[in-house]
């Protein structure tokens, strides 16, 4: 395993070519990164295309880099097994481009990232440095966030995702496995927002909203009370299950709550409290009794509470023991 340097010609150089060094001197004394080498860029390095399919690196360390690395001239990849800190401008010139990162990922603050660019983590821990990112995703291991983190996008796809207690603001959510641990986080998101297979757990939070949020398959599960504001969108649980425990859900902003198919449940008859703030909640049918406040179903009567043995049917087609 060697360590690298770049070239400190101007460039744009091809990563290809061997004036690669041993120490940050421009000796060019060695060629391309092989796999696992530690590649190292700095303020001295220039400007460097990626111009091959694929480049295998140990580790990447672009502290205090300030020319481009572009990684997709070609098309190409750059996945760093363990640690990788990333400076300076990174360009995607093809779009097509990716990185991959085993270990924990730091954005030095300055740095200019191509949004189309996507980056997938296998493990290890996210440090943003307000740096607002491209798509991120999850496939496997467990991977942490050190700070509020702003990303294009979110399609988690395996592993677990941890927010470690801090902000997540993401474009479109699109998730298929895994597990997104929201703890006591804000959870913002400003495009689609759609669940068809991962484990979500929410203990404190706060999820925001500008479009309808969709179960369509996995799971939300409330580990404490948590908070909502949609902006005037739905909660549509369309498949997999809603479990509430015995938390409180206080809604605002006029959100709307409504279950056309999968399983919504809590711990125990009226363990758990819907409190809708005037909202609409059409069409739940629950395998519990959920106690529900300053709410109405889709005929205006206000609930109680809705679903449980012995419920009776309220005129918005859910299950429901008390109309007042």
């Avoid at 091959?52 to 750059?78: K, P, Q, R």
């Amino acid at each position: 395993m060697a360590t690298l340097y770049p070239t400190q010609d101007a460039g744009p150089t091809n990563w290809s070519a061997a004036n690669w060094s041993l120490a940050d001197d421009n000796a060019k004394n060695h060629v391309k990164p092989a796999n696992a080498d530690v590649v190292i860029f700095t303020v001295n390095s220039g400007s460097i295309d990626l111009d091959e399919n694929s480049a295998n690196l140990a580790s990447l360390d672009m502290t205090g880099y300030a020319a481009t690395l572009d990684i997709t001239v070609f098309g190409g990849t750059i996945t760093v097994a363990g640690d990788c800190t990333l400076d300076g401008t990174l360009a995607n010139t093809s779009a097509s481009g990716s990185l991959t990162v085993g270990g924990d990922l730091v954005l030095v603050s300055g740095l200019t990232f191509d949004i189309t660019l996507g980056t997938t983590m296998t493990g290890g821990t996210i440090t943003s440095n307000a740096v607002v990112y491209g798509t991120v995703t999850v496939s496997s291991g467990t991977v942490t966030m050190l700070d509020n983190f702003t990303f294009a996008a979110c399609p988690l796809t395996g592993g677990t995702w941890n927010t470690g207690g801090f902000d997540m603001a993401v474009g479109a959510v699109v998730m298929f496995g895994g597990t997104l641990n929201l703890g006591s986080s804000s959870f913002t998101y400003t495009a689609n927002f759609l669940n068809f297979g991962t484990a979500i757990t929410i203990n404190g939070g706060d999820l925001v909203g500008s479009v309808d949020m969709g179960l369509n398959g996995g799971s939300f599960t409330a580990l404490g009370d948590f908070s909502s504001d949609l902006n005037g969108n739905d909660f549509k649980v369309a498949g997999g299950t809603l479990d509430l425990g015995s938390s409180t859900w206080t809604q605002t902003n006029g959100d709307g709550f409504t279950h056309t198919s999968g399983t919504v449940t809590c711990t125990s008859d009226n363990s758990a409290t819907i409190d809708a703030a005037g909202n609409t909640l059409s069409n739940i049918t629950a395998s519990n009794i959920i106690d529900v406040i300053n709410g109405t179903d889709g005929g205006g009567n206000t609930k109680l509470n809705f679903g449980g043995a012995g419920g009776g049917r309220g005129s918005g087609g859910g299950m429901m023991s008390g109309i007042m």
